[in-house]
């Protein structure tokens, strides 16, 4: 009978890492013709390391010094990359106060009697233009796929620091297999489009760069309003988006926000686990109908 066809197809899935949130989840991911992915976390490690250290001013270790000061106690990954580089350097972090983020944008805090910001290109574009920043050196870094953040004093620019974050080993094979099933894959992010599309192209995925929070919400409208479609997330800035889509997946390593908002949930961090959702969904339909 039906139910009992469902009860197996979700034991199935529990035995491969493929938690499913009962029936009626089962049941829409099969029929989903896109899938969204949060990228930071989700088709990358979410562990960014910093590259280059690109003082205007100073030396490597004052800005490292002044920056970590400012990311102290944010929980971006971009900060925790900062913050490990800075420590595995004995770079001492200045004091700050009043630290305080931007989501989506930058952190701040006053460091030595200065509004500090480190941030998006973009963000730093819109506070001071980018005045006295070679656009080309930012573009060339994030064409190799970095992540460029720019260190404001009082809106002046004083350095950049560029980070890589790698692509889980199965990201690539997990796309392929998507595309294999006739879905669509896009790459929803915050980052900037040279970047976000540097990894795109190494993942053979569609890329949405740019975007704000409430951004990434209103890409998911426009994916739904032509089809089914799920959301991959590790529940970082993205609990909404998992939220609005059809089918919102977790990532294992999410947070207990991604895992209450989800509708199904991959341990291990398998890309290609999303693929597997969508077989066994259409396996176990197929068996009813
Ligand atoms: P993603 O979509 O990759 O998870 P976010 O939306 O969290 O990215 O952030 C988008 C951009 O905003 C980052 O690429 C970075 O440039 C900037 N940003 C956000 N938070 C911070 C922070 N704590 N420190 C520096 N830059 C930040
Ligand atoms: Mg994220």
Redesign the pocket.
Known sequence: STPAAITSGIAAGARRGLLIKGGAALETIGRVRAIAF????TLTQGRPQVTDLVPLTGTDRSLLGMVAAV?NG?S?P??RAILDCAAGGGVPLRPAREQK???????QAIVGGKLVE???PR?AAERCGLEGISADRIAALEDEGK?V?VVLADAQPVGLIALRDEPRPDALRGIAALRDLGVRSIM?????IRTGQAIGRKLGIEVKAG???ENKLNEIAVLKAEAPVAMVGDG??DGPALAAADVGIAMGGGTDVALETADAALLGNRVEGVADLIALSRATMTNIH
Do not use: M
Request: charged share 15%; proline share 6%; glycine share 12%.
């Open positions: 949060d990228k930071t976390g990311e944010s971006h971009i900060a983020a931007l989501p989506g944008r930058a952190a480190v941030g998006s963000h992540t953040v929803l992010t915050g980052d900037n975007l704000l929070p970082i800035n």
